[in-house]
């Protein structure tokens, strides 16, 4: 029997560019683990340096990605939102977090435990390649993003035309 938030996984797990294309038994594999969570504005929900123990997959809501700079404030480095995904280094377990990821306003997300999707990747390597593969092409994206922000804030400081 399949369960409401199985459904509601399943269906947004389709509809989201970076797991459309997966086989239809790794998404119900995914559903079968995910469970809804919450988050209210300000919510811290990992620390840097924090051990991963979730995935996550935004269903509404933002996310803000920060990261201690010496001598300032946190900076924000990515704002997530619907469709998004975050806490990759979960999947591998001797990683700790090396941002803070916040809640930027209320959110309901996904959680995919960390453990449970190792020991289905584990027990299916086909699903552990899909995966890898698609937080690979997750986290290039992100790491481009933050290069444009980093480049434009940069250019910003030294009074360098942005174009």
């Not at 803070?100 to 289905?120: G, N, P, V, Y």
Request: proline share 2%.
């Amino acid at each position: 029997m399949t369960s409401k938030t199985e459904l509601r996984a399943l269906t947004m797990l389709r509809s989201i560019e970076l797991t459309r294309d997966m086989e239809t038994r790794h998404l119900r594999k995914l559903a079968s683990i995910a469970q809804e969570v919450a988050f209210h504005e300000g919510e811290i929900i990992y620390r840097q340096g924090d051990k991963g123990k979730a995935v996550y997959l935004i269903q509404e809501g933002e996310v803000a990605i920060e990261m201690d700079i010496p001598g300032q404030d946190q900076v924000v480095m990515n704002y997530l939102g619907p469709g998004d995904f975050f806490g990759w280094s979960s999947l591998f377990p001797l990683e700790h977090k090396m941002a803070w990821t916040r809640a930027f306003q209320s959110t309901r997300a996904l959680m995919f435990d960390a453990d449970s999707l190792r020991d289905a990747c584990r027990l299916d390597h086909t699903l552990e390649y899909a995966i890898v593969r698609r937080a690979g092409r997750d986290m290039v994206n992100r790491i481009k993003a933050t290069r444009h922000y980093l480049s434009r804030m940069i250019s910003q400081q030294m009074g360098i035309g942005v174009g």
